[in-house]
């Protein structure tokens, strides 16, 4: 792919007036397109050369060789415009994605391994729809590292350890359930959300049972066999259900290493903090002290000598960094965990870990729904006031199906395409926002089919595709002729389709899933556009007409990928 911010960069530094890594960031591209497509403002130089940046711009003007590609430069008001060669656009842009087709626009790899920490819900419990906020962030975020290159390491942190499983044992045993095989096996994770939510009320009336649930995890920390028992039946009955729900969202991981799986490891941390004097005693805990960031202590160790989360996150991040030599590692996690990270990876640096600056903490704001008051609130799973991520899946498919059945009623699969345009439809919904934004959930404008929205954005590749179809055949990029493409709306889509390198790395670099979606949104306006005043099939030019629609699908269906949208080709 050509990037015309680089070859202006190095043709303006040729004249010996900025300097290139100057250039890229003033670069803008123009609202009016009789102003060119990249200006190049010259006031920053007036100083330093002491001239009006209008000459500045008429000398560098009058001086510089213009890259391959762009057919004029002019000097206006201060400003240099830069006009791109539109038969060269639409030459260097369609072949390179003939040639490489749904990796148009990806990165060579890097030799860098990223490690994506992401979902990650409690055994126990099931998914609430505050939780497809870390799914699909995350899901994005590693499609987007493997585009720029990376190899990339999936991780599902489980919450599969702690006080909350002394709960659920406390009162399984409570309510004299049978502990035979096959009733453990039957368990499902709805009768496990039930004897959660039964143990926080009975507790209420019972305090002493909140000393019976740490009394059970020592038990289990310890390792009573009885107690595994359980919680392994407790761990597979809660997996079964997520491995359903993550298969029907496209969602997947390399590894599903909870909190538990660091257990045998965390003495081996605690040893090497006491070694290095790290640890301290205070009102019953040991912990790590962080007075020199500002930070209250880490909790490391219980009084009854159990762990906490900081504990097996230490312990995680070593064993990562052992286990793949990551160059990133990522854990995308909401805001409110912000200083959790901030003490983990603290003490990670008064460990001597020098990698703890390749750890980021990726957050993001919640997902707000309306209550009857009108108030705005994020729901909270244990007490039964979020919805689940299954009840949301399913209303949304029941109301994408209700638009099928009036719009397309002989649609094949017509249940299954729902689902996927429902799933796809709230993940765009989320990821639309800049993820440090609380999202406000509606469920009309989140399934419209108008607008910034998911429907919207596939309804364009279908469009593509149904275009496709109905022609029946597909174009050889020998057989185009460029000029027929350089008409306004043409050049206005090839020029967006250029931009996904650009927009690859962006995303990459901030991670920001956002930055695609937007993309998505960019590439789904002006391809609708183009279908709508450049008439594909039947003109004289349908040949070249039609490359441009095969090529605009095959950029729009991996971009969708790289969101995790399902890019249906009927609706």
């Given at each position: 792919?050509?990037?015309?911010?680089?070859?202006?960069?190095?043709?303006?530094?040729?004249?010996?007036?900025?300097?290139?890594?100057?250039?890229?960031?003033?670069?803008?591209?123009?609202?009016?397109?009789?102003?060119?497509?990249?200006?190049?403002?010259?006031?920053?130089?007036?100083?330093?050369?002491?001239?009006?940046?209008?000459?500045?711009?008429?000398?560098?003007?009058?001086?510089?060789?213009?890259?391959?590609?762009?057919?004029?430069?002019?000097?206006?008001?201060?400003?240099?415009?830069?006009?791109?060669?539109?038969?060269?656009?639409?030459?260097?842009?369609?072949?390179?994605?003939?040639?490489?087709?749904?990796?148009?626009?990806?990165?060579?790899?890097?030799?860098?391994?990223?490690?994506?920490?992401?979902?990650?819900?409690?055994?126990?419990?099931?998914?609430?729809?505050?939780?497809?906020?870390?799914?699909?962030?995350?899901?994005?975020?590693?499609?987007?590292?493997?585009?720029?290159?990376?190899?990339?390491?999936?991780?599902?942190?489980?919450?599969?350890?702690?006080?909350?499983?002394?709960?659920?044992?406390?009162?399984?045993?409570?309510?004299?359930?049978?502990?035979?095989?096959?009733?453990?096996?039957?368990?499902?994770?709805?009768?496990?959300?039930?004897?959660?939510?039964?143990?926080?009320?009975?507790?209420?009336?019972?305090?002493?049972?909140?000393?019976?649930?740490?009394?059970?995890?020592?038990?289990?920390?310890?390792?009573?066999?009885?107690?595994?028992?359980?919680?392994?039946?407790?761990?597979?009955?809660?997996?079964?259900?997520?491995?359903?729900?993550?298969?029907?969202?496209?969602?997947?991981?390399?590894?599903?290493?909870?909190?538990?799986?660091?257990?045998?490891?965390?003495?081996?941390?605690i040893e090497e903090l006491q070694q290095k004097n790290l640890m301290t005693h205070s009102q019953e805990r040991d912990v790590v002290m962080l007075d020199e960031f500002?930070?209250?202590?880490?909790?490391?160790?219980?009084?009854?000598?159990?762990?906490?989360?900081?504990?097996?996150?230490?312990?995680?991040?070593?064993?990562?960094?052992?286990?793949?030599?990551?160059?990133?590692?990522?854990?995308?996690?909401?805001?409110?965990?912000?200083?959790?990270?901030?003490?983990?990876?603290?003490?990670?640096?008064?460990?001597?870990?020098?990698?703890?600056?390749?750890?980021?903490?990726?957050?993001?704001?919640?997902?707000?729904?309306?209550?009857?008051?009108?108030?705005?609130?994020?729901?909270?799973?244990?007490?039964?006031?979020?919805?689940?991520?299954?009840?949301?899946?399913?209303?949304?498919?029941?109301?994408?199906?209700?638009?099928?059945?009036?719009?397309?009623?002989?649609?094949?699969?017509?249940?299954?395409?729902?689902?996927?345009?429902?799933?796809?439809?709230?993940?765009?919904?989320?990821?639309?926002?800049?993820?440090?934004?609380?999202?406000?959930?509606?469920?009309?404008?989140?399934?419209?089919?108008?607008?910034?929205?998911?429907?919207?954005?596939?309804?364009?590749?279908?469009?593509?595709?149904?275009?496709?179809?109905?022609?029946?055949?597909?174009?050889?990029?020998?057989?185009?002729?460029?000029?027929?493409?350089?008409?306004?709306?043409?050049?206005?889509?090839?020029?967006?389709?250029?931009?996904?390198?650009?927009?690859?790395?962006?995303?990459?670099?901030?991670?920001?899933?956002?930055?695609?979606?937007?993309?998505?949104?960019?590439?789904?306006?002006?391809?609708?556009?183009?279908?709508?005043?450049?008439?594909?099939?039947?003109?004289?030019?349908?040949?070249?007409?039609?490359?441009?629609?095969?090529?605009?699908?095959?950029?729009?269906?991996?971009?969708?990928?790289?969101?995790?949208?399902?890019?249906?080709?009927?609706?």
């Amino acid at each position: 792919m050509i990037s015309f911010e680089e070859s202006i960069a190095t043709a303006v530094a040729a004249t010996g007036t900025f300097k290139k890594e100057e250039v890229i960031p003033l670069l803008s591209i123009p609202q009016e397109t009789t102003h060119g497509n990249f200006s190049l403002p010259c006031f920053a130089l007036a100083k330093t050369l002491r001239k009006a940046p209008k000459i500045i711009a008429e000398e560098i003007a009058s001086q510089i060789v213009l890259p391959l590609g762009l057919s004029k430069v002019e000097p206006v008001n201060g400003y240099l415009n830069f006009f791109i060669d539109r038969d060269f656009l639409a030459q260097s842009v369609l072949e390179a994605v003939a040639a490489t087709q749904l990796s148009y626009g990806h990165f060579a790899p890097n030799n860098k391994t990223v490690v994506i920490d992401y979902s990650s819900p409690n055994i126990g419990k099931e998914l609430a729809f505050h939780h497809l906020r870390s799914t699909m962030i995350g899901n994005s975020l590693a499609r987007i590292y493997k585009a720029a290159g990376y190899r990339v390491e999936r991780v599902n942190h489980l919450g599969d350890w702690g006080t909350a499983f002394g709960k659920l044992i406390v009162m399984y045993l409570r309510e004299d359930r049978k502990t035979d095989p096959a009733t453990l096996d039957s368990l499902t994770v709805k009768e496990l959300n039930i004897l959660y939510s039964s143990f926080s009320k009975a507790s209420k009336e019972e305090p002493e049972l909140e000393d019976a649930a740490r009394a059970a995890f020592s038990k289990l920390e310890t390792g009573d066999v009885f107690y595994r028992t359980l919680w392994l039946a407790f761990r597979a009955a809660t997996l079964k259900e997520l491995m359903r729900i993550y298969n029907m969202m496209g969602v997947s991981f390399d590894h599903y290493t909870g909190e538990s799986f660091y257990e045998p490891l965390m003495p081996a941390v605690i040893e090497e903090l006491q070694q290095k004097n790290l640890m301290t005693h205070s009102q019953e805990r040991d912990v790590v002290m962080l007075d020199e960031f500002n930070l209250g202590p880490c909790l490391i160790r219980k009084s009854d000598g159990s762990t906490l989360y900081a504990t097996r996150d230490l312990a995680a991040a070593i064993y990562r960094k052992k286990e793949f030599n990551f160059d990133k590692c990522l854990y995308v996690v909401d805001l409110g965990q912000s200083l959790h990270f901030k003490q983990v990876f603290h003490v990670l640096e008064k460990m001597g870990r020098e990698w703890y600056t390749d750890m980021y903490h990726i957050p993001f704001g919640v997902i707000l729904n309306q209550s009857e008051d009108g108030k705005w609130e994020k729901g909270k799973t244990r007490t039964g006031t979020a919805s689940l991520l299954r009840d949301v899946i399913e209303a949304a498919s029941e109301k994408i199906l209700t638009f099928i059945d009036e719009k397309n009623p002989e649609l094949e699969n017509k249940a299954a395409v729902a689902t996927q345009i429902g799933i796809s439809a709230l993940t765009f919904n989320d990821l639309k926002n800049r993820r440090l934004m609380d999202v406000k959930f509606d469920w009309d404008s989140a399934l419209s089919f108008e607008g910034a929205t998911g429907p919207y954005v596939q309804n364009a590749h279908v469009r593509l595709c149904s275009i496709m179809r109905k022609a029946g055949y597909t174009v050889n990029v020998a057989d185009v002729d460029w000029k027929i493409l350089t008409d306004d709306y043409s050049y206005e889509l090839i020029k967006v389709l250029s931009r996904k390198g650009d927009r690859i790395r962006q995303a990459c670099e901030i991670d920001e899933p956002s930055v695609l979606a937007q993309y998505a949104l960019e590439i789904a306006e002006a391809a609708h556009r183009y279908i709508h005043n450049d008439r594909v099939l039947g003109s004289p030019e349908e040949k070249a007409r039609l490359f441009l629609v095969q090529s605009t699908q095959v950029v729009l269906e991996n971009v969708l990928d790289l969101l995790g949208l399902f890019p249906i080709r009927a609706m």
